[in-house]
């Protein structure tokens, strides 16, 4: 049997006076799916987890098990077993007893042994089941904690970073042993990672998370080619997406082009629906996004329709072997997305002014900030954070790497640091994000159905 589980505005507060760990979360499972939510740590994924097998209770909003209020309900009743990252195994019960624990626990009088040897076979750790847990390798250990959670053949499984504690050669041979047991099993499953990669290898649908708040849900080759905001850009997609400050300028009598800094883009005429969109943003900063596959290496003449030209000059080559990335300066501003990789942590109490005013130093310390030049920082929703500040002066000769544009190549291009290179930026892979760091290009299927 396996469970829908859906949470409807679901919000967390570890103490009444606490910032929301979750905020207003709503999301829907199906029965059989394979959900992966991703997020920066300490963005809530593991508190959600906690709220769904009913180890934390919801401060606000709607648990539903199968579409049924499911809030109360004790955890032993909601049929959930959960993986965590750390094993939790018991240490002083051989493997054997740790997988058949929960049989046990549901009828003490039952033969535990076939389903515990079924179980141990599934995967692969029939030679283990007599020594304890300390004498496996952790990857051993990870699956004898996998066999613990599928013995009891659970409804819903609950898996919490199982894969982290793991070295990187083993965890892609686990991930691919989890996507075909899971499956097997048909079980709705809920797995969390920080880490972009496995998400996308692994899930049906991926959830991001960043500060409490669901960003963007979809499957994962929908959120790499469309991602509703800045955060999901940049989160998603390994070189990251290259993040550059841009002004719209639209004259009149013109043709459009998107102003980098040293360098513009012009954009072809007649204007694409979606670059007619960009109109509004006329004089307006934006953010335009290009990932690494958008721009190669060719000359203007060689310009295919929809690619436009830039230079850059070499910084540097990360060869990979079966690729290259080249970095180029291009003369741009990079804009810096906030919360990637070490977020304030929610649940953590805001820093108290000193006591007698509001202090000195702090006003001190803020002239200062303001006064540094460097790249500035998008933020994309709580009204708390830092706005975006695309008037900052910037000088990018004092920053070093900055305004960079990694650009993929074939292994056999060898670039002299220094060169100047010309490059062709295809219009059709571009992305462009307004000030609160929404996409606006590609136009979001809403913004595409009105008129402009
Ligand atoms: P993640 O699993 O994404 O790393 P968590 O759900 O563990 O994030 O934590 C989300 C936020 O809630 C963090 O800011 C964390 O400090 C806070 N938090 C988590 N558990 C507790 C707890 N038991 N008490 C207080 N704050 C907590
Ligand atoms: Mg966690």
Redesign the pocket.
Known sequence: MTRAISLHNVSKR??RA?PR?VDRFTLSVEPGEFLVLL?P????????LRMIAGLEAITDGELRIDGERANDMLPRDRDIAMVFQNFALYPNMTNRDNIGFPLRVENPREDRGPRVDATARKLGIEDVLDRYPSQLSGGERQRVAMGRAISRRPSVFLMDEPLSNIDAKLRNQLRAEIAQLTQEMGVTTIY?T?DQAEAMSLGDRVAV?RG?VLQQTGAPRDIYALPENIFVAAFIGTPRINLLQAVVHAPVNGRMTLDLGRQSLTLPEPLSVDHQLLRIQQGRPIVVGLRSEATRIGLPSQARPGEVPLTGMVEHTDYQGHEALVHLGIGSRPAVVADLESPR????PRRRRPRGGPGVLGRLKELAAAQIPGPTTVTVGGPERRPYDPYASYDPSRAPGAGSLVVRTGPHLWLQRGAQVPLLVDLAQLYVFDHHGRRICPAPADLLGSEV
């Not at 942590?345 to 953590?348: A, D, F, I």
Request: hydrophobic share 30%.
């Open positions: 570890y103490g606490a760990a997020g740590s300490g963005c809530g994924k593991s508190t959600v969390v920080h998370m409490g942590p929610v649940g953590s």
